[in-house]
């Protein structure tokens, strides 16, 4: 695996012998590391095409997705989730992961990639894993949601619904699709279908239970968001989409909350969940 200056050896060592992995890691402090550009990423519709020599995969065997993982911020094993997620997505997917790792483990962090207006050019789809809570500026907000505003797919896992949660403005939750301040106790929780037929949820079984994992509060889902599949409360009694899609501006968003446990990153079918949305948000998919 070649290091670009900046980058983290150990890192490095952890992703060798999966997808192609790239690491900008740091402790919150500014970073040496290049900022990702390439040419834009367009929401491309339809079916990927076949390339020569490329490996066949049960859910998609096309040019590679390029897909751009960023994560940190505080409680959770992001180190150990984004190992899981490339390497189980790409046992199952043509997906070509680049990974930012910045904003240290606290819930306030402004990272260096969002000043580059071009922070998302030459990606498929952008996987936001991050845990923000207290980082409330509008206009560092709209740096992010712009470039998604501006066609840039997008798959949002667990906390990202809880990043911004402080800010005033409702960009973030706009383009997230629903609204969410608080989580209920750990637990396992069923999963039930609501959507079917939605390639996200292809080959999901109808009687998925999580490992243990955190119920997220849904206080809004937003107007141009569909749930794909909800869990009730075991306090209230409530339903919550814990899976869902989103039209952003005429931009595919497909998130989830679950996400929180290393047993949930080790679940196979989280993890096919987690492709089906990556493959769908990029446009590779069948329907």
Not at 210 to 228: Q, R
Request: glycine share 10%.
């Amino acid at each position: 695996m070649k290091l670009k200056p900046g980058l983290s050896l150990l890192a490095a060592l952890i992703f060798a012998g999966t997808t192609v992995f790239l690491m900008a890691q740091d402790d919150g402090k500014k970073s040496g590391a290049k900022q990702p550009a390439a040419a834009k990423a367009k929401n491309a519709k339809g079916k990927g095409k076949k390339g020569k020599g490329l490996p066949k995969k049960e859910l998609y065997s096309g040019e590679h997705i390029k897909a751009l993982i960023i994560t940190g911020g505080c409680c959770h094993n992001y180190i150990f989730q984004t190992y899981a997620l490339g390497s189980g997505v790409g046992e199952l997917a043509n997906v070509e992961f680049q990974v930012v790792n910045m904003g240290g483990r606290g819930t306030a962090a402004k990272i260096d990639l969002y000043n580059n207006p071009n922070w998302a050019d030459g990606f498929d789809v952008v996987i936001h894993n991050e845990c923000f809570a207290k980082t409330t500026d509008p206009e560092y907000i709209r740096k992010i949601t712009e470039a998604h505003r501006a066609g840039v797919p997008a798959v949002v896992v667990h906390c990202a619904m809880h990043t911004y949660r402080d800010a005033e403005v409702d960009d973030w939750r706009e383009f997230l699709g629903v609204t969410s301040k608080k989580h209920e106790h750990k637990s396992e929780y069923p999963v039930k279908i609501t959507a079917p037929d939605h390639p996200v949820m292809k080959k999901i079984p109808t009687d998925w239970v999580t490992p243990t994992d955190e119920l997220y509060i849904i206080e809004k889902l937003w107007p141009n968001a569909k749930a794909l599949a909800t869990s009730v409360s075991e306090n209230t009694g409530k339903e919550h989409p814990v899976i869902w899609v989103n039209d952003f501006k005429g931009t595919r968003v497909a998130g989830t909350t679950y996400g929180h446990s290393d047993e949930t990153f080790r679940d196979p079918v989280f993890i096919r969940m987690l492709a089906n949305a990556i493959i769908w948000t990029a446009g590779k998919d069948e329907g």
